[in-house]
């Protein structure tokens, strides 16, 4: 069974810095793309971010774009999300997440998941 983990959420001031983590356990995602998504209470799961190593692509959100990284280890089950320049706008539930059917696109939705992982809160203070 294929289970996703993630940690590295908290607190941070505005202008700070965090990094998620998402580790995969079952397979390694040489041709999924994975990525993050992220909810607010009262709102659907957004896409942030994500990547696929077999093609070398990433995307990330419009308001997220130069502030935040993602990046998949050597062995393919480990994403971080490294997050610089926050704003209390990041604050949110963040989720990891899977694709094992699709690209790496702007088309990142949460209808394509596959694997979800339990989700990860991060919270800005203004």
């Known amino acids: 069974e294929v289970q996703l983990a993630e940690s590295g959420g908290g607190l941070v001031q505005a202008g700070g810095s965090l990094r998620l983590y998402c580790a995969a356990s079952?397979?390694?995602?040489?041709?999924?793309?994975m990525g993050w998504f992220r909810q607010v209470p009262g709102k659907g799961r957004e896409g942030v971010a994500c990547i696929r190593s077999s093609d070398a692509t990433a995307w990330y959100r419009d308001s997220v774009e130069g502030r935040f990284t993602i990046s998949v280890n050597d062995a393919k089950n480990l994403v971080y999300l490294q997050m610089n320049s926050m704003t209390p706008e990041d604050t949110a539930v963040y989720y990891c997440?899977?694709?094992?059917?699709?690209?790496?696109?702007?088309?990142?939705?949460?209808?394509?998941?596959?694997?979800w992982g339990q989700g990860t809160l991060v919270t800005v203070s203004s």
């Open positions: 997440a899977v694709d094992e059917g699709h690209p790496c696109t702007a088309k990142w939705t949460p209808a394509y998941v596959d694997v």
């Open positions: 079952g397979t390694t995602f040489d041709e999924a793309a």
